[in-house]
C-alpha cells in the first residue's frame, strides 16, 4: 500500500521532468515517513479510539452525578441523604461487583462460549491474552466503559424505591443487578456469541435470522434497570400517605425544582458519552459518521419528547409544568438510545414524541393501580425503554445499519417495517422485550420477595414518618445558617 | 461564600502566579538545568526554544500542568476553613502555587530533577513513581493545609473545656455529593491523561488502565469507609462514603498507571482505613480540619506513593515510562531488588522536609504578627456577614427555595428538618 502511494507520489513530480527522480524520491519519502508504517497507523488509531472511549466513560459517570441529583430533587428533603447515598454508593458498589463478576459474565468467552452467559474474564483475568485489537489495543478502556453503564443501570432502581426502602435490601440489590442480572442481558445482546443480539458472531444463526438491535442500550440498561425498579415497588409498597383511604393519589412533590433541572442538565450532557459513545469506535469514516448522528438524534429525540411532555401537562392542568417537561426530555433520550445509530433525525423526532405519550399514559397507569414510583423511574425506563426497542423494528434505516455495524449493504441487513421490511428486525425486537421482561422483573421479583421474606425490604413506619436522614444518617441534608456560623442562631432569628 | 471566594481564587492566583514563576521553576531547562529547581520559562519567555519538561512541549503542557498546580493550591482551603485571615490565604495560594509547589514538581517530574523516574540521572538509578501526583500534589496540599490548621488552631466552639469535640456538620448533603460525584468525573482527566500522549499502543494501554484503577480504588475506598462508619456508628454515613471515594482516588492517583486492578482495590480499601484513623488521631491532637483535609491529601496522598513501591508491576512501568531495566519494580513482586520501595520513601520524606520546612515559616511568620486567623467577633457571626456583604443564600438557597420556579406546581410540602441528630463521635 504505502509503495504504491509512494510510487504514485514519485510519478506525478517526475512527469513532464519537473522533478528529477531523486528529487522526487526526496519530497515523498518525508509525507510517506509518519503516515504509512503500519506500526505508527495502527497506534494512532489505538489512541484515537482508547481517547475517545474513555472520555466518553466518564461522560456516562456524570450522568450518575445527574440521577443523583435529580433523585434528590424529586422526593421530600428529609430523605434526601438517604437517596443521595444509595446512589454513590451504587456508583462504588457496582464498580467491584462489575470487576469481580459482571464483565465476565457479559463478554467473557472462555473454554465454553455460549449463547447464554459470559464464562471468562472474571476479576479481568488474563486480560491481556484475551485482548490485543488492532482498533483498541489491550482495551482496559472497555472496561471502564461499560462499568459506566453499569453502573447506570444499577442505580436506576433508586428512584422508584425511594424514601421506603432498606439500606440492607438496597445494598443487596444493588450487587446482584451489576454482577448477575444486567451483565447476562449484555451477553444476550451485545456478545459475541450472544443468542438475541445482531452482534452476533455472523457465522452462527442469528434469531429470525437478524438480531435485536439496541444500540446504546434501552433494552438492556434502561428495561432492565427499570424493570428491576418496577419489581422493588410493588413488593415495597407505597409510600405511607401516598394513596388515600379511597385509593385516590394525594400529591407527593418533591423538595426543590433546582435540583431536578441539574440532575436533568448533567443527564442531557452525559448522554453525549452514552449515545455516541456506544458505537466504541471513532477511527474511520463510517464510524464517525455515526458518532455524529447519534449526538444529533439523541439531541432531537430528547427535545421532542420534552415538548411532547410539556404540552400534554399544559392540556391536562392548563399549567407550564418544569417536571413535565424534565421527564419529557430524559424519556425521550431513553428511548432514543436503542436506535441512535439507525434513526433518521425526522424519525428521532417521532420516538421522543411518541415516547411521551407513552410514558404519561404509563404513569397514569400506575396510579390507577396504586402503583407508587416516585421518580416514575419504571414509567420512563421500563416502558419508555421497551417502546424505544420497538420503535428501532419499525424504523431503522439499511443504510445506517450498514455504516454502524460494518455490513455489507448489498446482502440483506436487518432494517425497520416501515422501509418495506420483513419484519424479522421487529420480530427480534419484541423476542428482546419480552425476554428481558421475563428474566429481570422475574430475578428481580424473586430477590426482592426473600428480601421481604426476610423482613429486611422496608423501612419501619416511625423511621419512614420521621425521614430516613435523621432516623438512619445521622442528621439533615441541610444545615442553613444563613452565614452567621451556626444553625441554631438562624433558627433563633427566625430564618 | 468565603470559601467559595477562596477557592475560586486561588485558581485565578495560581494561574497568575504559574505564569509568572511557577511553570519555570517547576519545568524550566534553562543554560544551568539543576535538579532543584528550574531556571526558564519564567513568563513563558522564549518558549518556542526552550523544551518544557513536560509531555510534548506545546502550550496544552502549560495549562494542563497549570490544572495540577491549581489543584494543590486549593486542597489547603478545607483545613483552614471557617476561621482564616484572607490576606494569609491570598499569601500562601500565591507561595505554594509560585514556589514550594513548583520546585516538588521539579524534582519528581522534570528531565532534570533528581527524584522522578523519567529522569536524567535518577535518585538509586530507579527513581520515584508518581504518575498524577499524590505525593507531588496531594502531599503538598495536604500538608500545608495541615501545618496551616494546626498553627491557627480549631474553630471556636470546636473542642469543650473538657477537650472532647463537638459536632459541626456542614450545610448542605447536596453539596457535599454534587463535589464529590464532579471530582471523580474530572478524575478521569487527572490520573489517565496524566501520560500526557496517547499516539502509540503502549501509551493507549496505560490511559485506559489508568480510568479502570481509578475507578476500583474509589469504590473500594468509599466501599471501606461506609462500612467502616457503619461498624463504628450503627448509621450509613454520606460523608463517610463521599470521603472514602476520594482518598481512594487520591491514593492510586500515584500508581494507577502501573498497578493491577485487583491492587487497586487493596489500595482503594487501605487508604479508607487510613483515613479514619488519621481523622481520630488529629481529634486526639485536638486540631480542627473541617473537610479532613490532611488526613485525605497528606495521608492517603503518602499511602499512595508508598503503595506504588510496593505493587508496581514490571510490563506496565515498561509501557509507560519506555525502561526495562530489571528488578525496579515493587517489592511485592518476586525478585525486586527494593530499590523503587527505597526512592518512595526518600520521596515521601523529601516532600514532607520541603513543604512542611517551607510552610511552618510562611504561616508562622504571618501568626508572629498575629496576621493568621480572623478576630472572635467576625467567627462568630460568620465570614460572609463579616467580610463578603452578605449570607450565600438569599431567601432560602438551592435546596429551599420558596420563590424558585416551578414551585407551584412542586408545593414544598416540608420544611428541612433543622433538628440535627450528630453522629457520635
Not at chain 1, 395 to 413: F, G, M, N, T
Not at chain 2, 276 to 300: E, N, Q, R, Y
Not at chain 2, 387 to 397: D, E, L, P, R, V
Amino acid at each position: 500500500m504505502a509503495d504504491e502511494a509512494l510510487d504514485l507520489c514519485i510519478s506525478t513530480l517526475t512527469v513532464n521532468g519537473t522533478f528529477s527522480n531523486d528529487q522526487a524520491k526526496a519530497l515523498c519519502s518525508q509525507f510517506a515517513e509518519a503516515s504509512s508504517t503500519s506500526a505508527g497507523m495502527t497506534d494512532l488509531v489505538v489512541g484515537l479510539n482508547t481517547l475517545y472511549l474513555t472520555s466518553c466513560g466518564a461522560l456516562v459517570f456524570v450522568m450518575h452525578a445527574g440521577f443523583a441529583m435529580l433523585c434528590a430533587g424529586a422526593i421530600r428533603s428529609k430523605n434526601t441523604m438517604n437517596i443521595l447515598l444509595q446512589t454513590v454508593m451504587d456508583a462504588a458498589v457496582s464498580a467491584i461487583a462489575f470487576y469481580i463478576l459482571g464483565y465476565g459474565f457479559a463478554y467473557g468467552l472462555g473454554d465454553k462460549p455460549n449463547g447464554f452467559i459470559g464464562d471468562a474474564l472474571f476479576g479481568m483475568a488474563r486480560w491481556y491474552s484475551k485482548n490485543n485489537n488492532d482498533l483498541v489495543g489491550e482495551g482496559w478502556q472497555n472496561w471502564f466503559f461499560q462499568w459506566a453503564f453499569a453502573a447506570t443501570a444499577t442505580t436506576i432502581p433508586a428512584g422508584a424505591v425511594a424514601e421506603r426502602l432498606n439500606f440492607n435490601a438496597y445494598l443487596i440489590y444493588s450487587f446482584f443487578i451489576s454482577a448477575f442480572v444486567y451483565p447476562v442481558v449484555v451477553h444476550w445482546v451485545w456478545g459475541w456469541e450472544g443468542w438475541l443480539g445482531m452482534l452476533r458472531n455472523p457465522e452462527l444463526t442469528h434469531l429470525f435470522r437478524s438480531g435485536m438491535i439496541d444500540f446504546a442500550g434501552s433494552g438492556v440498561v434502561h428495561m432492565t434497570g427499570g424493570l428491576a425498579g418496577l419489581a422493588g415497588c410493588l413488593m415495597v409498597g407505597p409510600r405511607m400517605g401516598r394513596f388515600d383511604s379511597n385509593g385516590n393519589p394525594v400529591e407527593m412533590p418533591g423538595h426543590s425544582a433546582t435540583l431536578v433541572v441539574l440532575g436533568t442538565v448533567l443527564l442531557w450532557f452525559g448522554w453525549y458519552g452514552f449515545n455516541p459513545g456506544s458505537q466504541l469506535l471513532i477511527s474511520s469514516l463510517d464510524n464517525a459518521s455515526v458518532v455524529g448522528r447519534a449526538a444529533v438524534t439523541t439531541t432531537l429525540s430528547g427535545a421532542a419528547g420534552c415538548l411532547s411532555c410539556l404540552l400534554t401537562a399544559f392540556f391536562r392542568h392548563k399549567a407550564w409544568d418544569l417536571l413535565a417537561g424534565c421527564n419529557g426530555a430524559l424519556v425521550g433520550f431513553v428511548t432514543v438510545t436503542a436506535g441512535a445509530n439507525v434513526l433518521e433525525p425526522w424519525a428521532a423526532l417521532i420516538c421522543g414524541l411518541t415516547g411521551g405519550w407513552v410514558f404519561d399514559f404509563v404513569c397514569w397507569v400506575f396510579l390507577k393501580l396504586r402503583i407508587d414510583d416516585p421518580l416514575s423511574a419504571a414509567p420512563m425506563h421500563a416502558f419508555c425503554g421497551a417502546w424505544g426497542v420497538f420503535f428501532v423494528g419499525l424504523l431503522a434505516k439499511r443504510e445506517y445499519v450498514c455504516a454502524s455495524y460494518a455490513k455489507d449493504c448489498s446482502q440483506w441487513v436487518p432494517h425497520g417495517l416501515f422501509y418495506e421490511g420483513d419484519g424479522r428486525l421487529l420480530a427480534s425486537q419484541v423476542i428482546g422485550i419480552i425476554c428481558i421482561f421475563a428474566w429481570v422483573f422475574g430475578l428481580m421479583s424473586m430477590l426482592f420477595a426473600v428480601l421481604k421474606f426476610a423482613k429486611i425490604l422496608r423501612i419501619s413506619a416511625e423511621e419512614e414518618q420521621a425521614g430516613l436522614d435523621v432516623s438512619k444518617h445521622g442528621g439533615s441534608a441541610y444545615n442553613y445558617d444563613h452565614g452567621l456560623g451556626k444553625p441554631e442562631k438562624a433558627q433563633a432569628l427566625g430564618l | 461564600m468565603n470559601i467559595l471566594l477562596q477557592t475560586i481564587l486561588d485558581a485565578a492566583a495560581a494561574g497568575i502566579m504559574w505564569y509568572c514563576v511557577g511553570f519555570g521553576f517547576a519545568f524550566g531547562q534553562g543554560e544551568n538545568p539543576n535538579k532543584f529547581i528550574g531556571d526558564a520559562m519564567f513568563g513563558l519567555a522564549r518558549y518556542s526554544t526552550h523544551y518544557t519538561g513536560s509531555g510534548t512541549g506545546r502550550w496544552t503542557d502549560f495549562f494542563f500542568q497549570w490544572a495540577f498546580c491549581a489543584t494543590a493550591a486549593t486542597i489547603p482551603a478545607g483545613a483552614v476553613a471557617e476561621r482564616f485571615n484572607f490576606n494569609a490565604y491570598l499569601g500562601y495560594s500565591m507561595f505554594i502555587a509560585g514556589f514550594v509547589y513548583p520546585v516538588v514538581a521539579h524534582w519528581a517530574w522534570c528531565p532534570q530533577g533528581w527524584l522522578g523516574f523519567a529522569t536524567v540521572k535518577p535518585l538509586l538509578d530507579t527513581g520515584y513513581i508518581d504518575f498524577a501526583g499524590s505525593g507531588v500534589i496531594h502531599m503538598t496540599g495536604g500538608l500545608a493545609g495541615l501545618i496551616g490548621a494546626a498553627m491557627v488552631g480549631p474553630r471556636l466552639g470546636r473542642f469543650d473545656a473538657d477537650g472532647n469535640p463537638v459536632e459541626m456538620p456542614g450545610h448542605s448533603a447536596i453539596l457535599v455529593v454534587l463535589g464529590t460525584v464532579l471530582l471523580w468525573f474530572g478524575w478521569y482527566g487527572f490520573n489517565p491523561t496524566s501520560m500526557l500522549a496517547i499516539d502509540t499502543y503502549a501509551y493507549a494501554n496505560v490511559v485506559g488502565r489508568s480510568a479502570v484503577t481509578t475507578t476500583l480504588s474509589g469504590a473500594a475506598g468509599g466501599i471501606a469507609c461506609l462500612l467502616g462508619g457503619f461498624i463504628r456508628r450503627r448509621g450509613w454515613d454520606l460523608v463517610g462514603l463521599c470521603n472514602g471515594i476520594l482518598c481512594g482516588f487520591v491514593a492510586i492517583t500515584a500508581c494507577c498507571h502501573v498497578v493491577e486492578p485487583w491492587a487497586a482495590i487493596i489500595c482503594g480499601v487501605v487508604a479508607g482505613i487510613w483515613f479514619d484513623f488519621l481523622c481520630w488521631v488529629l481529634l486526639k491532637l485536638k486540631i480542627d480540619d473541617p473537610l479532613s483535609a490532611g488526613p485525605m491529601h497528606f495521608g492517603t496522598g503518602m499511602w499512595g506513593v508508598f503503595f506504588t513501591g510496593l505493587l508496581a508491576k514490571q510490563e506496565y512501568i515498561t509501557e509507560a515510562y519506555n525502561r526495562t531495566e530489571d528488578k525496579m519494580y515493587g517489592a511485592f513482586y518476586p525478585h525486586s531488588n527494593g530499590k523503587l520501595l527505597a526512592c518512595q520513601i526518600i520521596g515521601i520524606l523529601a516532600i514532607i522536609g520541603w513543604v512542611g520546612g517551607t510552610m511552618t515559616i510562611f504561616f508562622g511568620i504571618f501568626k508572629f504578627f498575629g496576621a493568621l486567623r480572623i478576630p472572635p467577633e467576625v467567627e462568630e457571626m460568620g465570614l460572609d456577614r463579616s467580610k463578603h456583604g452578605g449570607s450565600a443564600y438569599n431567601g432560602g438557597g438551592m435546596g429551599v427555595s420558596p420563590s424558585a420556579p416551578g414551585n407551584d406546581v412542586m408545593r414544598n410540602q416540608q420544611q428541612p428538618s433543622i433538628k440535627v441528630l450528630p453522629m457520635n463521635g
